[in-house]
């Protein structure tokens, strides 16, 4: 059996210098690095859920600090069907049963794009190069993208 794998810079010596100066950087500020992303992260998330909140909508991200979970960039938005529901996985907020899917998926990335913001799969991963400003961006993008949502009822 043969088996190729290949990509554009796979094993290239450029690209593998490139990425051990990010891995050794990451490793000699992670005591700076990894908790201001995880506290900026949760500010977003709690951000962008009373945004919603404030309109009405039910809105939930995923990825909250709690004592079970490390704490992380990754951040999800789903639009529950009930109060009650909070998803453990990526299949229940595709389910249509449970979420409002076509608002998550197809609308929200229109509105946040109107808005200047791009969004995948719900919001994203948040980077260390986003500021308090970026944050403030995304919170009022949220927050037009409800008015529309509302107004168009």
């Known amino acids: 059996r043969v088996w190729v794998n290949g990509g554009t810079f796979s094993a290239h010596p450029l690209s593998l ?8 950087h990451l490793r000699k500020h ?15 998330r709690i951000g962008v859920e009373e945004a919603f909140a404030g309109r009405g909508i039910l809105a939930r991200c995923t990825g909250h600090i709690d004592r079970s979970v490390a704490p992380g960039s990754l951040v999800g ?26 608002l998550r998926d197809k609308a929200l990335k229109v509105g ?34 409800a008015q529309r949502v509302l107004a168009d009822g």
């Not at 210098?17 to 050794?24: E, N, R, V």
């Not at 690095?33 to 506290?39: F, V």
């Open 17 to 24: 210098l490139a990425a051990m100066t990010m891995i050794d």
């Open 30 to 44: 992670k005591a700076d690095i990894y908790p201001t992303l995880a506290a900026r992260a949760e500010r977003l």
């Open 77 to 102: 938005l789903y639009f529950p069907l009930r109060d009650d529901f909070y998803a453990t996985s990526a299949n229940e907020m595709q389910d249509p049963s449970l979420c409002d899917v076509t």
């Open 112 to 145: 946040m794009l109107l808005q200047n913001v791009h969004t995948k799969q719900g919001l994203g991963a948040l980077s260390y190069s986003h500021t308090d400003e970026d944050l403030e961006l995304v919170f009022e993008a949220c927050d037009a993208f």
